[in-house]
């Protein structure tokens, strides 16, 4: 099985990078979300007695009791001083395989600071870069998401072409045009694309395109805090009301995205239930 998309990405990967806030006597946090396959992980740092503390957890909010999932770990800290990158202080902080279950939806690990060659008392001039990097080695008791190949076509399937930056994306003119009044008045209504089998499109860029069709299409698919605002924007570029449902659901229910942020957005894109929920 390939487990590549077509930008190189493995499927069975993905990271998570955040940022602490300058270091100080209060215990504060930060915390980072990702999807791999389906599979909700988050990462929290917290700073605290003159040391980070890095709590990975799996599938957390899930009350199925028959899963398990095994993952290779990485986590690399870096500190940043006067919004450089320090190089010469990156530290790996672990390299493990760990397998999550039921019983074990989390690991913690600590490091203090003069592991990573700072001075307590220029503690409070930096703050941290953190990168989580994931690879899952066996998933059990777990539906995995789809993920469709929209560079291949599908002759039972695709019945059209869309051109972005010079690269072919086949779909199916039909689903478009159920979730987009842009496409069903481009195929369906009186423009010159009308029985054409390939369209060019200019407005958006190749991957933003791709995670619009992931969320047309029955993939399983989780919006997440990176993503969010390219795809309000393709779904308002496409009057694509259901994906722009989709992204204020969303954004009503995270916390890691400042309220003054949602607010912007909800103005913009006319996100009622959001400026009201928030």
Same mark, same amino acid.
């Given at each position: 099985?390939?487990?590549?998309?077509?930008?190189?990405?493995?499927?069975?990967?993905?990271?998570?990078?955040?940022?602490?806030?300058?270091?100080?006597?209060?215990?504060?946090?930060?915390?980072?979300?990702?999807?791999?396959?389906?599979?909700?992980?988050?990462?929290?740092?917290?700073?605290?007695?003159?040391?980070?503390?890095?709590?990975?957890?799996?599938?957390?909010?899930?009350?199925?009791?028959?899963?398990?999932?095994?993952?290779?770990?990485?986590?690399?800290?870096?500190?940043?001083?006067?919004?450089?990158?320090?190089?010469?202080? /990156?530290?790996?902080?672990?390299?493990?395989?760990? @397998?999550?279950?039921?019983? *074990?939806? %989390?690991? #913690? &690990?600590? /490091?203090?600071?003069?592991?990573?060659?700072?001075? @307590?008392?220029?503690?409070? *001039?930096? %703050?941290? #870069? &953190?990168?989580?990097?994931?690879?899952?080695?066996?998933?059990?008791?777990?539906?995995?998401?789809?993920?469709?190949?929209?560079?291949?076509?599908?002759?039972?399937?695709?019945?059209?072409?869309?051109?972005?930056?010079?690269?072919?994306?086949?779909?199916?003119?039909?689903?478009?045009?159920?979730?987009?009044?842009?496409?069903?008045?481009?195929?369906?209504?009186?423009?010159?694309?009308?029985?054409?089998?390939?369209?060019?499109?200019?407005?958006?860029?190749?991957?933003?395109?791709?995670?619009?069709?992931?969320?047309?299409?029955?993939?399983?698919?989780?919006?997440?805090?990176?993503?969010?605002?390219?795809?309000?924007?393709?779904?308002?570029?496409?009057?694509?009301?259901?994906?722009?449902?989709?992204?204020?659901?969303?954004?009503?229910?995270?916390?890691?995205?400042?309220?003054?942020?949602?607010?912007?957005?909800?103005?913009?894109?006319?996100?009622?239930?959001?400026?009201?929920?928030?």
């Amino acid at each position: 099985m390939n487990s590549k998309l077509e930008n190189g990405q493995d499927i069975f990967c993905g990271s998570m990078k955040l940022f602490t806030e300058h270091f100080n006597e209060i215990r504060k946090s930060t915390i980072s979300y990702v999807s791999i396959l389906n599979i909700p992980w988050n990462m929290k740092v917290s700073e605290t007695d003159k040391k980070l503390t890095f709590k990975l957890s799996c599938n957390e909010n899930t009350a199925n009791t028959m899963w398990n999932c095994k993952a290779d770990v990485e986590i690399y800290v870096k500190p940043i001083l006067d919004g450089k990158i320090e190089y010469s202080k /990156i530290e790996k902080v672990l390299d493990d395989q760990k @397998t999550f279950d039921y019983k *074990n939806k %989390h690991m #913690e &690990v600590s /490091i203090g600071v003069d592991q990573l060659g700072l001075e @307590t008392e220029t503690l409070e *001039n930096y %703050h941290f #870069e &953190v990168q989580t990097n994931l690879r899952l080695k066996r998933i059990y008791g777990y539906r995995k998401r789809k993920v469709l190949d929209y560079t291949v076509e599908h002759p039972r399937f695709s019945n059209g072409v869309i051109v972005i930056d010079e690269r072919k994306i086949y779909v199916n003119k039909q689903i478009l045009a159920m979730h987009s009044k842009y496409f069903n008045n481009l195929f369906f209504g009186d423009f010159n694309e009308k029985g054409q089998s390939t369209v060019q499109i200019h407005e958006v860029s190749y991957e933003g395109f791709i995670t619009f069709l992931d969320f047309i299409h029955p993939t399983g698919r989780r919006i997440e805090s990176s993503f969010v605002e390219g795809l309000m924007e393709v779904a308002d570029l496409f009057m694509a009301d259901r994906v722009m449902e989709y992204c204020e659901e969303f954004l009503i229910k995270t916390e890691i995205i400042e309220k003054a942020q949602k607010m912007i957005w909800a103005e913009k894109y006319s996100l009622h239930n959001l400026m009201v929920g928030s």
